[in-house]
């Protein structure tokens, strides 16, 4: 079982504490880590667009003309695609995206995330930001001085005053463990836990 060190708000060193080899240490997989980010991604859509069909427009179904004798083109709908206000002639309509991976995957997956951030160097621990109030300034320095400004800060329950210091802060997201997911760890260069959610990501993950 290796450890990493665990830092203040200012970059110091204040302990360390155990990761478990088996997470942090693990075989990063590549082809698990596309699939659950593709899941994460499906399942966000909205899927929401909707246009009318010519039988959903509100026109009457009644010939528009008679069929020969005026000189103009035979015309059967004022609903027609072709017509002004008339139906869409491939009409959207609302999609479910959503599909379910296999737990087991999704967990392997978000093992991998993690572990590839602690072979590249970017799994940072601390031991407290230090702050009493929510301030967006104080927490902006504390990053900077951890070198980590594009960031998911990672807690063990929801802190109110961690959360709205780093809400205003550009590339810089708040997650509980229970909200740990790949596509966040991915997406931010640097993940910043504190001291008790490491204990609650090898208990989750173990």
């Known amino acids: 079982m290796a450890n990493i060190d665990v830092v203040n708000a200012s970059n110091e060193k204040v302990g360390s504490v155990d990761l478990a080899d088996e997470i942090f240490e693990a075989e990063v997989k590549p082809h ?9 991604m499906a399942n966000r ?3 929401t667009k909707k246009t009318k069909s010519r039988a959903e427009v509100a026109y009457t179904g009644s010939k528009m003309y008679r069929q020969k004798g005026t000189g103009r083109a035979r015309a059967g709908s004022r609903r027609s695609g072709v017509r002004v206000g008339g139906g869409h002639i491939f009409a959207l309509a609302p999609q479910d995206w959503s599909y379910k ?3 087991k995957v999704r967990k392997q997956a978000l093992v991998s995330a993690l572990a590839d951030r602690k072979r590249e160097g970017k799994l940072l621990v601390v031991d407290d930001f230090g702050l009493t109030e929510i301030k967006t300034k104080a927490m902006a320095e504390a990053l900077a001085k951890l070198g980590a400004t594009k960031a998911l800060i990672v807690v063990g329950e929801r802190n109110e005053i961690i959360e709205k210091s780093a809400r205003n802060i550009p ?4 997650l509980p463990v229970a909200g740990l997911n790949v596509y966040d760890v991915l997406k931010h260069e640097h993940l910043i836990c504190t001291k008790d959610a490491v204990g609650l990501i090898q208990e989750r993950l173990g």
Not at 171 to 174: D, R
């Open 32 to 40: 698990l880590l596309w699939e659950v980010v593709r899941n994460q």
């Open 45 to 47: 859509r909205a899927g």
């Open 101 to 103: 991976v296999p737990k």
């Open 171 to 174: 590339y810089v997201k708040v």
